[in-house]
């Protein structure tokens, strides 16, 4: 009884966790078109793009979801080894890996040539002998979860029928992205067997999993590792906390997480991995992973260097409104996208913009991250010219081919201040894109005219004034 009941804790702190993280996925309440064009509104549609709670693990899914090759990174990347007086192992090429054939083949059928940045400090680290444990931070897209399944991959033992490698990931969807990585490059391997320790695959009681890899969500693998036995987690080899720092952000992960770990052998290889490195990551990190190496690449910066910015003064949205639909020969010539502070306004933008006659895209955050992805891709193909999004639904998403944004509003900051790493990240380059690019805001009061003005002193970049009833001049910003 009391062991049942606790179970039933578990299930419903991992729904608690799944259904806080799938809260976009539920609103399924705007229905756009096969363009992602159609709009309507719901209850939520007053909320400020910043009131809309930034949920992290949709985000990452949807990243995962759009990226289909290695974000570049022009950065050295950093290590700090346990024992700083053994030697510094990179490799440039997988072959230097002596990795099983049948592994290099399935990295070969995968299209990777050779190792990312991360991947050639974290892979000969991973593949030490003796085993060490890792931490490693670098931003999403760089090769990260490559690297660990590669990892766990070579070190399993095909004819030993249990779990020996364990991952952790903080939701259902994200665990079913990683396991694709898995069953990908383990294609020539037949032998290993991968399972999913996530809520809602239930196994007869009793039973043993003869899988070798088992990746999941924290508290069911909680579940089948003490209550259920399912596993035995002093049989694990190598275990492996993917996205700490979504995991943190996800209620109830962080203990389950730590328990999980507190029952594997002591000489189980410990592997962390994250996007970000804030404090409370790594503290979590250091809890989960004694006597760790520490890698880490740091994210490229961006400039607003070679960014043409311009501001047109308005006097209200009907106005900022017309300004655009003048600019909008001008900014088609690239593609564009619009940024606006609430979903209210981008639904409604999208809505007379489409009225107008022009094919516009509308990614809201009321859309399940499945759709959302299909609209990124349909935008990226070029299907629309004009993507109209709020913040923090756009947030981490970079289309190269986007030239020309638009402030249709001002990132402000939940008190009302300019939120300059906003604007920096909606409008500025890396280095890789280091192609010319424009920025338009939309001005419409006292206090966006102050907004922008500390912007400008922000980043001491000088910010023109447009009028965009002056063809001349619209010519002239679209060459
Ligand atoms: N060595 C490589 N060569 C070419 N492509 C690679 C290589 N390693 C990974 N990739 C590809 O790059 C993309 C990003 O890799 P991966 O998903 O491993 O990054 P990540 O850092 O884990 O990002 P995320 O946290 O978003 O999953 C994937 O499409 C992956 O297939």
Same mark, same amino acid.
Request: hydrophobic share 40%; charged share 25%; proline share 4%.
């Given at each position: 009884?009391?062991?049942?009941s606790w179970a039933?804790?578990?299930d419903?702190q991992e729904?608690?966790?799944?259904s806080?993280?799938?809260l976009?996925?539920?609103?399924?309440?705007?229905?756009?078109d096969?363009?992602?064009t159609?709009?309507?509104?719901?209850?939520?549609?007053?909320k400020?793009?910043?009131e809309?709670?930034?949920?992290?693990?949709?985000q990452?899914?949807?990243?995962?979801?759009i990226?289909?090759?290695?974000?570049d990174?022009t950065?050295?990347?950093?290590?700090l080894?346990?024992?700083?007086?053994?030697?510094?192992?990179?490799?440039?090429s997988?072959?230097?890996l002596?990795?099983?054939?049948?592994?290099?083949q399935?990295?070969?059928?995968?299209?990777f040539?050779?190792?990312?940045?991360i991947?050639?400090? *974290?892979l000969?680290?991973?593949?030490?002998?003796p085993? %060490?444990?890792l931490?490693a #931070?670098?931003q999403? =897209? @760089?090769?990260? $979860?490559?690297a660990?399944?590669l990892?766990m991959?070579?070190?399993v033992?095909?004819?030993?029928?249990?779990?020996q490698?364990?991952?952790?990931s903080p939701t259902?969807e994200?665990?079913l992205q990683?396991g694709k990585v898995?069953e990908?490059?383990?294609k020539?391997y037949?032998?290993l067997?991968?399972a999913? *320790?996530v809520r809602g695959?239930?196994l007869e009681?009793g %039973?043993?999993?003869?899988e #070798?890899i088992?990746? =999941? @969500?924290?508290? $069911?693998?909680l579940?089948?590792?003490s209550k259920?036995?399912f596993i035995?987690?002093?049989?694990?080899?190598?275990?492996?906390?993917d996205e700490a720092d979504?995991?943190i952000?996800?209620?109830g992960?962080?203990?389950?997480s730590?328990?999980?770990?507190?029952?594997l052998p002591?000489?189980c290889q410990?592997?962390?991995?994250?996007?970000?490195f804030?404090d409370?990551?790594?503290?979590?990190?250091?809890?989960?992973?004694?006597?760790p190496n520490i890698?880490?690449?740091?994210?490229e910066?961006e400039?607003?260097?070679?960014i043409k910015?311009?501001y047109v003064?308005?006097s209200?949205r009907?106005e900022?409104?017309?300004a655009?639909c003048?600019?909008?020969?001008?900014i088609t010539?690239?593609?564009?996208?619009i940024?606006?502070?609430t979903?209210?306004?981008a639904?409604?933008?999208?809505a007379?913009?489409?009225?107008?006659?022009h094919?516009?895209?509308?990614?809201s955050?009321?859309m399940m991250?499945?759709?959302r992805a299909a609209?990124?891709?349909r935008?990226r193909?070029g299907?629309?010219?004009?993507l109209?999004t709020?913040?923090?639904?756009?947030r981490g998403?970079d289309?190269?081919q986007v030239?020309?944004?638009?402030?249709?509003d001002?990132p402000v900051?939940?008190?009302?201040n300019?939120d300059?790493e906003?604007y920096?990240?909606r409008i500025g380059?890396?280095g890789?894109f280091?192609?010319?690019?424009?920025?338009?805001n939309?001005?419409?009061?006292?206090?966006?005219m102050?907004?922008?003005?500390?912007?400008?002193e922000?980043f001491n970049?000088?910010i023109?004034?447009?009028d965009?009833?002056?063809l001349d001049?619209?010519?002239k910003i679209a060459?």
């Amino acid at each position: 009884m009391a062991t049942d009941s606790w179970a039933l804790a578990v299930d419903e702190q991992e729904a608690a966790a799944e259904s806080l993280s799938n809260l976009h996925l539920k609103e399924e309440k705007i229905k756009p078109d096969a363009n992602g064009t159609v709009v309507k509104t719901n209850a939520n549609e007053e909320k400020t793009d910043e009131e809309e709670k930034e949920d992290r693990a949709a985000q990452s899914l949807l990243n995962k979801l759009i990226r289909s090759n290695l974000v570049d990174n022009t950065n050295q990347v950093e290590v700090l080894q346990r024992d700083p007086s053994s030697p510094l192992y990179s490799v440039k090429s997988f072959l230097e890996l002596r990795l099983k054939p049948q592994l290099l083949q399935g990295v070969y059928a995968m299209g990777f040539n050779r190792p990312s940045k991360i991947q050639e400090n *974290a892979l000969p680290l991973m593949l030490a002998e003796p085993s %060490q444990n890792l931490i490693a #931070q670098s931003q999403s =897209g @760089t090769g990260k $979860t490559a690297a660990f399944v590669l990892a766990m991959l070579s070190q399993v033992e095909p004819a030993n029928k249990y779990p020996q490698c364990l991952c952790l990931s903080p939701t259902y969807e994200l665990a079913l992205q990683t396991g694709k990585v898995i069953e990908q490059m383990g294609k020539f391997y037949p032998e290993l067997k991968l399972a999913y *320790a996530v809520r809602g695959n239930k196994l007869e009681r009793g %039973q043993k999993i003869s899988e #070798q890899i088992v990746i =999941g @969500t924290p508290g $069911t693998v909680l579940d089948w590792c003490s209550k259920l036995k399912f596993i035995d987690p002093k049989k694990i080899k190598v275990f492996v906390l993917d996205e700490a720092d979504v995991m943190i952000a996800t209620q109830g992960h962080q203990d389950q997480s730590i328990r999980i770990q507190r029952m594997l052998p002591r000489n189980c290889q410990m592997l962390l991995f994250s996007a970000t490195f804030e404090d409370s990551v790594w503290q979590f990190a250091q809890k989960v992973v004694p006597d760790p190496n520490i890698i880490k690449l740091k994210r490229e910066e961006e400039t607003l260097d070679t960014i043409k910015q311009y501001y047109v003064l308005c006097s209200n949205r009907d106005e900022k409104f017309q300004a655009l639909c003048n600019l909008y020969g001008a900014i088609t010539i690239a593609q564009a996208m619009i940024f606006c502070h609430t979903r209210k306004t981008a639904s409604w933008l999208a809505a007379e913009l489409s009225k107008e006659g022009h094919q516009v895209a509308l990614l809201s955050g009321e859309m399940m991250v499945e759709q959302r992805a299909a609209v990124i891709e349909r935008f990226r193909e070029g299907k629309e010219k004009v993507l109209v999004t709020t913040n923090v639904c756009a947030r981490g998403i970079d289309v190269e081919q986007v030239s020309v944004v638009i402030n249709f509003d001002l990132p402000v900051d939940k008190d009302g201040n300019p939120d300059n790493e906003t604007y920096l990240h909606r409008i500025g380059r890396t280095g890789r894109f280091g192609k010319r690019g424009l920025a338009v805001n939309m001005v419409d009061s006292k206090h966006s005219m102050n907004i922008l003005n500390r912007i400008q002193e922000h980043f001491n970049k000088k910010i023109e004034r447009l009028d965009t009833d002056d063809l001349d001049e619209i010519e002239k910003i679209a060459n």
